[in-house]
């Protein structure tokens, strides 16, 4: 497995931590995972949909010290 | 102490005239020095591009002689970068010429990349070059009617540009007198019309209040005639497809392995490239999760211009960029409005005004003043 790519959009709004997200996975190989921390309370709702909606994986989520981390597998 | 700085955009062209204020007593004792390398002799006002495509503006309004915007004391050359050498502080331009430097800044920007979504580049119109705005602007003359999509890649340049092209096509569309023939339908990336959840509980009104059809989570995977298809497994079907492509930073970047995509990683406070002390990143160039836009390369400018400055005359830099955005939204109707943010203060846009609007052409014009670093 490779590094986790780590995608820092702790207290970024424009254009935000699923925007950095999609934009990081565009530049990942298939089967990269990419770790993601934000703020932005939309984020535990947003992330998922998109990224259930476009069939990637989350691997794994959780809060630490109020910044969320979402990990995400790019599957296709 | 020798400053290289490598673009002459927004971003460049601001620091290099901010440093050659602050050491104008170095620069004239022979202590320091400023060159410029640039890949142009032009320099472009790259927010007009957007009233281009729409009629609004010329395109001569679009160009200034890039020499004319910078002090007499800095060492300006149209002779792009295509090798750096970090490790030994050195650079190779184009003409074959190595220079060295004490201190880096790369200011390089970024492009539309619609050739990185198969069919798109073949079966849209953008507004990214002078020549693509031209042929957008072309193309809407001799549109009658139908169906039009508008669809946004994934990073982007100018985070309000696809609600601006919006509301302006529909100001189009009016003056022409055939929006009643037009079915206009805006597409976007993520789960709501905008990034900034403010702007898009504006917006989204705004489309209901004007017909404007629109669909989210919409990414785009592949264009094909008359149809665009999205990751999300949606597709839309236009006549017309008005696209702001994905974007990418300059090849020179990538070919010397600085940063994925074209975008260097950089450190969001200080504003240095990972992992060197001096090599600085401004603009569209770095990495860091803000908006790609015009005003982030100014205020990134102005922090690192009072930075390298300390650097030179004491050792130190003295702030930290504090990931500060204005950004104005063009809102149709001849009215605009304005998001502001930074690092720790959310946007809080308030209702478009003519007031805003007038503004926002006003600046069209003051930005060479600002360029050279006098507003």
Partial sequence: MTDRILVDAKNTFCPGPLMELISNMKMAEVGDELELLSTDEGSAADIPEWVNKVGHEIVDSFTEEEVLHIVVKKIK | ?375
């Fill in chain 2, 1 to 375: 102490m020798h400053i290289l700085v490598v673009g002459g955009g927004m971003g460049g062209t601001i620091l290099a005239n901010n440093l050659a204020r602050r050491l104008s007593g170095e620069l004239e004792q022979g202590s320091s020095k400023i060159t410029m390398l640039s890949a142009s002799d032009k320099h472009m006002y790259q927010p007009g591009l957007l009233y281009v495509a729409v009629g609004k503006m010329s395109t001569s309004e679009l160009y200034r002689d890039q020499k004319s915007l910078l002090e007499s004391s800095i060492d300006f050359h149209v002779d792009p970068v295509e090798k750096f050498d970090l490790d030994n502080n050195s650079v190779t331009t184009k003409s074959g010429k190595k220079i060295s430097y004490d201190i880096l800044c790369i200011a390089t920007g970024s492009r539309g990349n619609a050739e990185g979504i198969p069919g798109l580049a073949e079966n849209s119109c953008q507004f990214y070059t002078e020549a693509d705005a031209v042929a957008m602007y072309k193309k809407l003359s001799k549109f009658e009617g139908g169906k039009v999509v508008v669809a946004t890649g994934v990073p982007h340049k100018c985070p309000m540009s696809p609600l601006e092209i919006t509301f302006f096509l529909i100001d189009y569309f009016k003056k022409r007198g055939i929006w009643d023939k037009v079915d206009l339908h805006y597409t976007y990336p993520i789960g709501r019309v905008h990034s900034l959840a403010p702007v898009a509980e504006w917006a989204a009104p705004e489309f209901d209040k004007e017909g404007v059809t629109y669909e989210t989570l919409f990414n785009m995977k592949e264009v094909v005639p008359g149809k665009v298809i999205s990751e999300e497994d949606s597709s839309a079907e236009f006549d017309l497809l008005v696209t702001v492509p994905p974007h990418k930073g300059m090849q020179v970047i990538e070919d010397n392995e600085l940063g994925k995509g074209g975008f260097i990683p950089t450190d969001k406070k200080k504003l240095n490239m990972e992992g060197r002390d001096n090599v600085f990143v401004l603009g569209d160039t770095t990495n860091l999760p803000i908006s790609k836009a015009g005003s982030t390369a100014h205020f990134e400018a102005e922090a690192l211009g009072e930075n390298i400055a300390a650097i030179v005359q004491m050792g130190e830099p003295v702030r930290d960029y504090d990931g500060k955005v204005f950004c104005f939204i063009e809102a149709g109707d001849g009215k605009a409005t304005y998001a502001m943010f930074d690092y720790n203060n959310p946007p809080n846009p308030q209702a478009p005004t003519s007031g805003l609007h007038w503004f926002k052409t006003a600046y069209n014009r003051m930005y060479w003043a600002s360029a050279r670093g006098i507003i």
